[in-house]
């Protein structure tokens, strides 16, 4: 069984810092592309950054200069550090990856249970 397993949310001041943390464990061989999505009440869950296991990066144009996406391969973990934290940045943040389970021969797609990111004024 494979679990991703989000940490560091909570409440913020705008302006203000919070790390997320993604940690992936169980049966895995391999993980290709991982990525932070949000979910904002009565919205739908959009992108906000990726990293694929070569360190090619993308981000949503709202986060550019202010979030950073990182991983440690070895760890099976990803980071995303959030700074310059506006009112619009809460959310509940999930974590993504694309991975392969030992045994299987295909990558398949899997969510952690989410994180709430609070940015109050």
């Known amino acids: 069984q494979v679990q991703l397993v989000e940490s560091g949310g909570g409440l913020a001041q705008v302006g203000g810092s919070l790390r997320l943390s993604c940690a992936a464990s169980?049966?895995?061989?391999?993980?290709?592309?991982m990525g932070w999505y949000r979910q904002a009440p009565g919205k739908q869950r959009d992108l906000v950054a990726t990293i694929t296991t070569g360190g090619t990066i993308n981000y949503v144009d709202s986060v550019k200069g202010r979030f950073t996406i990182s991983r440690d391969n070895a760890k099976n973990t990803m980071y995303l550090q959030m700074n310059v934290l506006k009112p619009e940045d809460t959310a509940v943040y999930y974590c993504?990856?694309?991975?392969?389970?030992?045994?299987?021969?295909?990558?398949?797609?899997?969510w952690g249970q989410g994180t709430q990111v609070t940015v109050s004024s």
């Open positions: 169980g049966s895995i061989f391999s993980i290709n592309a």
């Open positions: 993504n990856a694309y991975l392969l389970q030992y045994g299987s021969v295909r990558y398949l797609e899997y």
